[in-house]
């Protein structure tokens, strides 16, 4: 078939192949979820449900996109990490990322109502997304690590901030009393104050969630979604 004279605008598209051989992360975010929680009245600071939800989706997304290796979520986040000879869409980065993306985040509106039956869906959330390379096995393992630690410090932080919010603090007050405050102190702080025991909290609230895909063979494989260690779910699938 002969070219149109339109043919040329191509020729202005960026060529965004991702390096070969890498681990390629996908992380996606909640846009706005701070409002988005609090507009959907999450319970604070962990909604069970909402961590659900999350897992639910990323669950879909591994059921859909084979080169996904592994999946690490907390709060409004979720990253994918794909194998290194993955050839999805040539390795372009933008068709990798906004189909990973756009996936969850419609997973999270159709499963919206499983996981609150009694809440309507205010209006329609979003995600951002992007990538990183990782050449070297110690670095994925490093990224996969400084993610849960931002679960830990986050979590921390928000147990007791929200300990003492629902102890009739105002929100400013919290944030003082938290104020230059290290990780023991705060342990102390949920003890001693509110008899919480930090550790007995659930796995999946200090240190997030894993989804792993176990082959069974070419055709079948098991999906796990895992807190520590501990199944909670098991999903597989045949194709
Ligand atoms: P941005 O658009 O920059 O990502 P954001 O408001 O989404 O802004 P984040 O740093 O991503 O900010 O934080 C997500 C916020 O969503 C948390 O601080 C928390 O308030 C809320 N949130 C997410 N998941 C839950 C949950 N399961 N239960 C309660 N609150 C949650
Ligand atoms: P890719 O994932 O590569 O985009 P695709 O199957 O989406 O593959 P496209 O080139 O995007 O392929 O073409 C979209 C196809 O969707 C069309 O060829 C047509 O078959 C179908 N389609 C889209 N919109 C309509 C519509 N309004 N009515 C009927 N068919 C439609
Ligand atoms: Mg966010
Ligand atoms: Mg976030």
């Known amino acids: 078939m002969a070219k149109s004279k339109y043919e040329y ?4 598209e ?3 192949s ?3 051989n890498t681990w ?3 992380r996606v975010d909640g846009r706005g979820f701070h409002k988005f929680s609090d507009k959907h009245g999450f319970v604070k600071p962990n909604d069970q449900k909402a961590l659900e939800l999350m897992n639910k989706c990323a669950e879909n997304v591994m059921n859909d996109f084979r080169d996904i290796v592994l999946a690490y979520g907390q709060s409004d986040e979720y990253s994918f990490v794909l194998k290194k000879e993955c050839s999805l869409y040539d390795r372009r980065e933008t068709k990798i990322v906004s189909t990973i993306v756009s996936l969850f985040t419609s997973n999270y509106v159709f499963n919206w109502n499983k996981y609150f039956p009694d809440k309507e869906l205010l209006y329609p959330p979003s995600f951002d997304g992007r990538v990183v390379q ?4 110690n670095n994925l393992r490093d990224y996969l690590s400084w993610r849960q630690t931002d679960c830990h410090i986050n979590n921390l932080y928000n147990t007791c901030f929200w300990a003492l919010v629902h102890s009739g603090k105002t929100e400013t007050e919290a944030e003082n009393v938290l104020r230059g405050t290290v990780s023991s102190e705060k ?5 001693s104050q509110f008899n ?3 550790n007995k909290l659930p796995e999946m609230y200090r240190k997030g969630s894993v989804i792993i895909r176990q082959e069974v063979s070419n055709l079948k494989y098991h999906l796990y979604v895992i807190s520590l260690g501990t199944l909670y779910t098991a999903h597989s699938r045949k194709d």
Do not use: A, G, H, T
């Open 9 to 12: 605008v191509k020729k202005f």
């Open 14 to 16: 960026r060529n965004d």
């Open 18 to 20: 991702l390096l070969p």
């Open 24 to 26: 390629l992360v996908i």
């Open 134 to 137: 990782y050449p070297d096995d």
């Open 187 to 191: 342990n102390e702080l949920l003890y």
């Open 196 to 198: 919480i025991n930090y």
